[in-house]
Structure formats: structure tokens, C-alpha cells
């Protein structure tokens, strides 16, 4: 019996070690426009490609411009790992903002921006389109200014399992060995 319960608490702390927290979310691997490029033309689109496929429910990007209009034409398009929106053109010349928030499969949201230079003002630069504008701009505002990943840490902690597993089987343990010993 006591061979038993040695053998027992070795693979629940075995077990109990191993457990580690979920670290594949998704991450921003390139955009076009490229992080800090310079370009003399409006793109006809914007993409961003992840390192694992994202939810199409939940995916929002946004083109900021220098005076905050966003020029983003369409919805998010999502095909996998790939964001793709559509642009009517850009406006003036300047520093743009290609704001993201998406869900990766594991569902943490993953929140990011990418900065791009248009070095010549676009020629529709007098008709900027009109969708939704209020939600957009806060949520490019509420993008950090970097492309570094932003994790929501808000699931449930793994480490919690890990703690109650370790607990019963001990308990399990010291049962066994108590009834053994009367």
C-alpha cells in the first residue's frame, strides 16, 4: 500500500509540475504596408499576417490619418492568419497608423499598431470615407503606439488547477497512509 501511494504522489507532482499556462497567442508577424516604410502612393489595401489563425468575429483595423480621419473602406477581411481592409485612397502626406485589435484562436485579444510614412498626398484626399468613425478612432486611439503584443491575462489562472490537484492527491496521500497505519 505505502508503494502504492509513493507512486501515486510521485505522478501527481509530476503531473502538477508539468502543468504550465497557455503562452500561443497570436502575434503580428508583417504588415503591408511594412512597419515604418515610406511609400509615395496610397496602398489599395492594408494586411496584416499573424502567426496563427484569428477570429474573423472579432477583428477590427483601422487607418488613421495625420488629422484622425480613418480611411479604412471596408470591414476586416479574414482568411486564417491574414487581416486584410480595404482603402479608398489616403489624405494628406504624413505619419499613419494602422490601428489592430484581434482574437486569437485560444481567445485572448491581441492589440497593436503599425506606423507608415505617405510621403505625397493621395489624390483622394478630399473625400475621406464615412464609416462609423466615432468607434474607430477610439478604438486606434486605445492601440499602443508599438507593435509589440498585448495579452489579456483575464482567463482563469492555471495555476489554480495545478494547486487543487496537488492538494487532493496529497490529501489522497495522507489518507492512505493514516488508514494503513491503524
Known amino acids: 500500500m505505502k508503494r502504492l501511494a509513493v507512486i501515486a504522489a510521485t505522478v501527481l507532482a509530476a503531473t502538477a509540475l508539468s502543468i504550465a499556462p497557455a503562452s ?8 503591408n504596408p511594412a512597419e515604418n ?7 489599395d489595401e492594408v494586411t496584416l499576417t499573424f502567426n496563427q489563425a484569428v ?7 483601422t487607418v488613421i490619418s495625420p488629422d484622425g480621419i480613418d480611411w479604412a ?6 482568411d486564417g ?12 502626406a504624413g505619419e499613419y497608423t494602422i490601428g489592430y485589435r484581434v482574437v486569437s484562436a485560444d481567445g485572448h485579444p491581441i492589440t497593436g499598431s503599425v ?38 491575462d483575464s482567463g482563469f489562472p492555471i495555476w489554480i488547477i495545478a ?15 493514516r488508514k494503513r497505519t491503524h
Open 24 to 31: 500561443a497567442h497570436a502575434a503580428l508577424q508583417s504588415s
Open 37 to 43: 516604410a515610406a511609400l509615395d502612393a496610397a496602398p
Open 55 to 61: 477570429q474573423s468575429n472579432f477583428a477590427t483595423v
Open 73 to 78: 473602406a471596408s470591414d476586416p477581411a479574414v
Open 81 to 92: 492568419s491574414t487581416v486584410t481592409v480595404d482603402l479608398d485612397g489616403l489624405g494628406a
Open 115 to 152: 506606423p507608415f510614412q505617405l510621403t505625397q498626398p493621395s489624390p483622394a484626399a478630399a473625400t475621406p470615407p464615412t464609416t462609423n468613425l466615432d468607434f474607430t478612432n477610439e478604438a486606434a486611439q486605445a492601440a499602443p503606439q508599438d507593435t509589440e503584443v498585448v495579452e489579456d
Open 163 to 177: 494547486v487543487v490537484v496537488v492538494a487532493v492527491g496529497a490529501s489522497g496521500v495522507l489518507f492512505a497512509l
